[in-house]
């Protein structure tokens, strides 16, 4: 079994944890344990939100949302040895859902997707679906459902949303720069376009006195990935995989959490994951000096596992990158083609019954691939949206006589 370096108990939330995790990247929050190289542990997570969101039938929840505490991350682990330019190891040896049983806090049994509110998060169909809205899913082994999107069955592709090493005090101090930049090109934006360093809400493990101010101060929020790796959100982060962290802060200080029980290639709609709490068994290695020995100057990369939802048909939508309201042409952006190629996915999902927000809210959640697949025939970029067949019980495919219409219900909306 693997040592257990970071307990917690789902019933209390990450701040009232014997040892509390933290909620922004900053190389002063200390180490909540220090592990060898060439160890098996084990880290216990909250749901991302610390578990704010709950098992039932309104988005309310999702609507007021606080997200000044998010993401609530456990660790941070120390590595004996790590010194900055060297590659910290860590294989994904399993996750999963908590192990107990069905409770109140997401992991417990069952999990959820949201859609945020335009006002409080936003998605990437935000300007089509401004208000916010939920699917809870049940835990059947390794599948998922829901009473919200009924008709839908499939396979998790379960992984962490976000891990990542400390940034040293130069690299965050040119995150701050940089974003603090980009706000300033739109600064009263909604949703906005990234998020400054906020005091209130702020969580720093065990750290008091000057080193919390501080941290609270200057913590670089966890949404984005950047150079220590953080929120990634790549769904083939799973079992087996191999990650290769850069070390910027010395004992490399590895964090995280954000546990996936299952996503789709682009998490659309920014809680699109099935999120949950849980555990992640990891072995964590050294490679001394890795960064420069792999030409690693910026990002984590990794090898992916073999252990995956086995879907092998598709429905595939493809998008380009023309705003078709206003028949306006944009210079090869990947982000408007993906996006409408979901649009188009919705727009047919629509012909069987679900609804629009049902759609997006699959789209989300379950294993779909999205592919870039070109991103040089001037001036259109083209994605495409993979959606498996096989998760449906009915025949979604095109033909016959036409798309089999029934009331498929709906999800949970906000008041
Ligand atoms: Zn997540």
Known sequence: MPDLVFSVDQAKSMRDQAVPGHNRWHPDVPAAVMVRPDSDIRI???????????????????RDVKLDGC???????????????????????????????????????????????????????????????KAIW?????????????????????????????????????????????????????????LPPLESGTLAGTATGETLAAIARDGARTVPPRENGGNHDIKNFSRGSRVFYPVHQAGGLLSGGDLHFSQGDGEITFCGAIEMGGFIDFHVDLIKGGMETYGVTTNPFFMPGNVEPRYSEFVTFIGISVDHETNTNYYNDATLAYRNACLNAIAYLKKFGYSGEQAYLLLGAAPIEGRVSGVVDIPNACCSLYLPTQIFDFDIRPGGAGPQKADRGQCAVSS
């Open 138 to 194: 049940d835990f059947h082994g390794q599948v998922a459902t829901s009473r919200h999107i009924p008709g839908v069955r499939f396979t998790g592709i379960t992984h962490p949303g976000l891990f990542g090493t400390a940034p040293s005090a130069e690299l965050l101090g040119r995150w701050n720069e940089r974003e603090r930049a980009l706000i300033a090109t739109d600064p009263d934006r909604v949703p906005p376009l990234a």
């Open 71 to 133: 993401h609530m991350l456990s660790g941070p682990i120390g590595i004996e040895g790590a010194e900055p330019g060297d590659l910290l190891v860590v294989d994904i040896l399993d996750l999963g859902p908590v192990p107990q049983e069905v409770g109140e806090a997401p992991g417990q049994g069952w999990g959820y997707t949201g859609v945020f509110s335009k006002q409080n998060g936003g998605g990437f169909l935000t300007d089509h679906y401004p208000d916010a809205y």
């Open 44 to 62: 216990e997570c909250r749901e991302w939100t610390d578990a704010q969101i709950g098992n039932n039938d309104s988005a309310n929840d999702v």
